[in-house]
């Protein structure tokens, strides 16, 4: 297929956590908060005057100095951000509003605060509790929590309008990127699709990365190109995967699978579409506030919330995903010594294939995948599988 018109452009936003998006809107006067974890809901960090940047650590090398303070059994993601904090990566961040979420990540954020990482002036992080289960006492808790430590920091540190009026607008741009990437994401159904996963991924990673605004004629544009766009005729895949598990910054990971004969047709991981790109439903009456506390905790499938409701839910998920998009197998994912995800993996992966029948490939990883050989190999060797057991059915 003929390259998406803005696919280098976009790559290019990826190289870098301070891109040219980033450095414009800074130099607008916006302010930049430091994102780790989407249970900070984005639309609160992304108000009027203010922009959200997820931490991540592009081209990543050595993590030696990241280990030096975080030990060598922790994971690797908040090792490789550490490590790229200390080579001054974030110092255009105004502030970190950080969930006390992963005990990893929040080591992470300590260090970067702890070393003074992010050199500029009144730079302050904060910390805010959020529920592990989803019911109505822990949405009251998580309401608080978001005033304390996002709404009324910001209110009081930057002037930023935090109002039910600045809470909707905020929602009103987080439902147009999402709408659009859902749209475009939604071409994955077709037998013969005129995206890869590759490309969406690309699409959906710069919209955690980036300004929002910034992004809409882009994706607009890129939606009505792929309307005329039409796939190869002869299918550059032999199998299609839902791709779940936890966080993935890096699309050169996707592009590895789908080199491997595995189309991704569906992202249910960190920094994936879904659950992150679903729209927000406000209801009417309803402090938005409230409604997006609820929207985040009730729609999120993240392992930390470990009732026994919501790990039946995360299954069942899965499942309506797969059916949805059509998807041969699932593969699950985990970045090394990631706790929440290194328990959903193993009891995800069990019950996705003895209870609801799928193939299901398990996979440890490094966060950096450039030379993983031997992943690219299990990639193959379970496309393989895929396609016998095909044959069998036939």
């Given amino acids: 297929m003929k390259d998406l018109k803005h696919i280098y452009e976009l790559e290019t936003l990826l190289q870098e956590a301070n891109n040219v998006l980033v450095q414009q809107a800074k130099d607008r006067g916006e302010i930049a908060i430091g994102s780790t974890c989407s249970l900070i809901p984005e639309p609160l960090l992304n108000l009027p005057g203010c922009f959200s940047v997820r931490l991540r650590a592009p081209r990543t090398g050595s993590i030696e100095m990241g280990t030096y303070y975080m030990t060598g059994i922790m994971c690797e993601a908040c090792r490789a951000i550490l490590e790229r904090a200390i080579e001054g990566g974030y110092q255009f961040l105004d502030c970190m509003l950080t969930p006390d979420s992963c005990a990893q990540m929040n ?20 910390y805010a509790d959020v529920p592990m289960k989803s019911d109505e006492t822990a949405l009251r808790h998580y309401v608080r929590q978001m005033r304390q430590y996002v709404l009324d920091p910001l209110e009081k540190r930057f002037s930023i309008d935090t109002s039910e009026q600045a809470l909707q607008k905020a929602v009103s741009l987080h439902n147009r990127i999402s709408r659009l990437l859902m749209d475009i994401g939604d071409f994955r159904r077709e037998e013969n699709p005129r995206i890869t996963g590759y490309e969406f991924a690309v699409l959906c990673l710069v919209s955690y990365c980036c300004p929002k605004e910034p992004l809409l004629p882009i994706l607009e544009e890129t939606l009505a190109e792929l309307q005329n766009r039409r796939p190869d005729q002869r299918p550059g895949f032999r199998a299609k995967v839902v791709l779940a598990g936890s966080e993935i910054d890096d699309p050169q990971l996707i592009h590895m699978i789908e080199e491997a004969g595995a189309l991704v047709v569906a992202d249910r991981f960190c920094l994936g579409s879904f659950p992150g790109r679903e729209e927000i439903d406000l209801r009417d009456g309803e402090d938005p506030l409230v409604g997006i506390c609820r929207h985040y905790m009730e729609g999120g499938q993240c392992p930390r919330f470990m009732n026994t409701e919501k790990i039946r839910e995360r299954h069942a998920y899965m499942d309506r995903l797969a059916r949805h998009f059509h998807a041969d197998g699932i593969i699950y994912q985990q970045i090394k010594f990631c706790d929440y995800w290194g328990y959903e993996r193993a009891y995800a992966s069990r019950v996705m294939r003895e209870e609801y ?3 299901v490939l398990s996979i440890d990883r490094p966060y950096a995948v450039s030379n993983a050989g031997q992943l690219r190999t299990r990639v193959q060797a379970f496309v393989e599988s895929m396609e016998i057991k095909k044959l069998k059915k036939q």
């Fill in 107 to 126: 080591r992470c954020v300590e260090n970067i605060e702890h070393l003074d990482l992010c050199g500029r002036e009144g730079f302050f992080v904060t």
């Fill in 357 to 359: 029948g799928y193939p």
